[in-house]
DNA sequence: GTATTTGCAAAGCGTTTGCAGGTCT
DNA sequence: AGACCTGCAAACGCTTTGCAAATAC
């Protein structure tokens, strides 16, 4: 679950870079709150990103966090995604890659695929206007979820 | 856009037969909410459903549009797709098919692929728990949103 | 007759916003 | 100085819920 040192500090590196070039401030609170997303391969709520940088940060409020997901969602540097009757959740994860959502708890796992990053989206579709992005979602049923002592959400 | 009227039909009979078959009522309210969806291939939210239906029956209310579309998921009568940060979008479609969102009005169009429903999901997504379904959501911006006339939500 | 369903109103949750004070350059 | 950022608190949009009256079977 625990991103290499490395991919971490080119991610720390690259949210430095954009913030500055942008004119933006790479301030206390928002390098904890990336740093947070950018350490972990999971897909935190906001709840869960303020329950755990005010463990290091008391002084930050729950709406710079959401202020600073939004300011780092729109620098293209994390990824939002809508859950079923859910939080949305963030993913520092910018790489290609697709999900699986669980049923049950609402987590997100990432998985990669060449076969799926090549799907083809069929002509018709073009009809509905101009093309972004593909990705693929698996929904199930957690191991957590499933296993002897299930503890849904 | 409209759905066939022996498509139609048949929606409506299952709708009746699935109630009756779990002791559930198929009030006049139930009916006409579930038709409204049933008859078109758009995939409204709850307050659009409410309008369209409050026109016929102005005696629904907003409540009872929430509970009865809750209700008709229950049963797998109708899908509920979440929209990153807009409301839930509902779609009696209950074949297979794939979604095309616009990210920027949040429409979402049904589109089916022989293809995409063949998708091999990797082996190691299976140890992330149990696989339910997998779908392709594509995001692009619809034509009427990069038309002429643009009218962004 | 009786369990279900409804409308109303109020609360709930996640999220966004206006503002005044504080911070960085 | 000037732009940016923060915390506070209040508002927001979407959705769910408790309750008493109405309804379907």
Redesign the pocket.
Known sequence: MAVPKSELQRRLGVFADT?RRK???A????MEIFRELAASDEHP???TVYQRVVKRVP??????V???L?SLEDQGLIRRTAVL????RYDANTKRHHHFVCTKCGSVKDFHSEALDDLSIPRSVKAFGRIGSAHVQVRGVCSACIGPRARPR
Chains 1, 2 share one sequence.
């Open positions: 913030f004119g933006l401030r301030t206390h609170q928002r709520d906001a709840e002084a930050v409020s729950r709406d710079t959401y202020r600073t939004a009757g859910g939080p949305a």
